[in-house]
């Protein structure tokens, strides 16, 4: 989060300096590696947030031109009936 608000710091003309013993995004921030997804938050409190993250995501790889940013279709598995049954539909 903290590269996030730095950059976003920087689109209004703010400096900043991240400070992280272990570097600069090392590990699930810096690679998406929350898997943002765009609907696996529907119909819950978080879903108007999930799906702005989404697309601000998309919108910073465009701007910056990353070539690395890939969308990916994914699907969530339920392990028994008792966890279907409680996935919102």
């Known amino acids: ?29 810096g690679k998406a590696g929350g898997f943002l997804a765009l609907d696996w938050n ?7 947030l999930s799906r ?13 031109g990353l070539e690395s940013y890939r969308r990916l279709s994914c699907h969530a598995v339920a392990l028994d009936e008792e966890e279907v049954m409680r996935k919102p539909s």
Do not use: N, W
Not at 42 to 48: A, G, L, S
Not at 52 to 64: D, P, W
């Open 1 to 29: 989060i903290g590269t996030s608000i730095a950059y976003q710091l920087s689109l209004k003309g703010v400096t900043s300096t991240l400070i992280d013993p272990k570097g600069i995004a090392p590990a699930a921030s």
């Open 42 to 48: 529907d119909k819950t409190k978080t879903e108007q």
């Open 52 to 64: 702005v993250s989404f697309e601000m995501h998309q919108e910073l790889a465009r701007t910056l």
